[in-house]
């Protein structure tokens, strides 16, 4: 397998890291401390969020890391949700015309600037925004 990581930025100034990584096989090497190394010197200038198991604590406190909380991720297959009956002439409005507040409070919710992130999903030709009343 080797070793791997997964890298999102979200935007100029921030970018999350996680699933650092590396086989059994190679462990103890230095190769996650390397495969760090490389990853935060490509995200010069960002601030770095580190997504991380209680095992890699030691060599990210190394690296200038800060234990900051606790993640939850919970992981399964989301069932299928069927679509509501809708009355004649109802109907959902999940994204409208005024779209301005939604970065604000994915923002809020993340305790990060999501703005440029919200910006590029709404300007994807793949992303359709449902008409407006």
Known sequence: MGHFCLLFAMGPTLATVGMVIVDKSMQGQG???ELMLDVMARLKGCTIVLQATPSGAPLYAKLGFEDIGLLYQHQGIAPAVPQPTLSPGERIRLI???DSHLATLYSQASCSDRS???EALFARE????PLSK
Request: charged share 30%; proline share 0%.
């Open 31 to 33: 190769v996650a401390r």
């Open 96 to 98: 409208g015309s005024d």
């Open 116 to 118: 440029d992130l919200v």
């Open 126 to 129: 793949s992303f359709q925004r």
